[in-house]
């Protein structure tokens, strides 16, 4: 069973800023947010990890609320390019992230 | 850093014949290697976490028995799945985490490998 509950699809335009938020509301204290990209017939990709407040990297940012119980990846001025399925997870740094449950995704389409 | 290959990249067999897939972590090295399954349209599907030295732990509902799992060494673990079936035709994806200090204490994704069983 996911550990996290996102919108299965978005809809964008390039040069757009697109936010996706996920809903963990279990999350324990020792989770951890990562956020993965997965285009077709690809291994999924590394975007950004978090445990609170904001996190910031080259390609995106990640805002987690005081609470935890949810995050929000955005995505600056997106491309066609970034058209992905994008994967939530939550899990215990502390173990290496021993089974991570991917939920469903968020499959985001972007049109010019 | 933290490079993680498969090979093949795809492979296409016939229906009774067992197929190995390699998962090579380039640049580090693994002490834990996960095995998933994608089916199209779906999300990825933990089948099984290997540790180097020793015996795989499969989710429930994978046959160990068909869906062997050897992690040799620190940067190579193999999934061989015996006496395929059409049913066996997915996306198997693999994911090594780093066993050293410095890199994103997380899992790093293969390319994957289709396989389709005629």
């Known amino acids: 069973l996911a550990k996290t509950t996102q919108p299965i699809s978005m809809d964008s335009y390039e040069g757009q800023e697109v936010n996706i938020t996920c809903s963990h509301n279990n999350i324990a204290t020792n989770d951890y947010i990562t956020w993965y990209q997965q285009f077709p017939s690809q291994g999924p990709r590394f975007i950004i990890q978090?445990?609170?407040t904001k996190v910031t990297n080259e390609v995106a940012s990640l805002f987690i609320p005081a609470d935890r119980k949810s995050s929000t990846l955005s995505l600056p001025r997106v491309s066609l390019s970034d058209t992905a399925v994008y994967y939530c997870?939550?899990?215990?740094?502390?173990?290496?992230?021993?089974?991570?449950?991917f939920g469903t995704g968020t499959r985001l389409l972007v049109s010019p | 850093g933290a490079v993680v290959s498969q090979h093949p990249s795809w492979v296409i067999c016939k229906s009774g014949t067992s197929v190995k897939i390699e998962c090579r972590s380039l640049?580090?090295?693994?002490?834990?290697m996960f095995w998933y399954r994608q089916f199209p349209k779906q999300s990825l599907m933990l089948m099984a976490t290997s540790n180097e030295g020793s015996k795989a732990t499969y989710e429930q509902g994978v046959e160990k028995d068909k869906f062997l799992i050897n992690h040799a060494s620190l940067t190579l673990s193999t999934l061989t799945v015996t006496s395929a079936h059409p049913e066996d035709s997915s996306f198997y994806i693999c994911s090594a985490r780093p066993g050293r200090e410095g890199l994103r204490d997380t899992q790093y994704f293969g390319p994957g490998t289709r396989l389709t069983v005629l």
């Open positions: 997870l939550v899990g215990d740094k502390n173990t290496g992230f021993q089974k991570l449950v």
């Open positions: 640049d580090f090295q693994a002490t834990t």
């Open positions: 978090g445990y609170k």
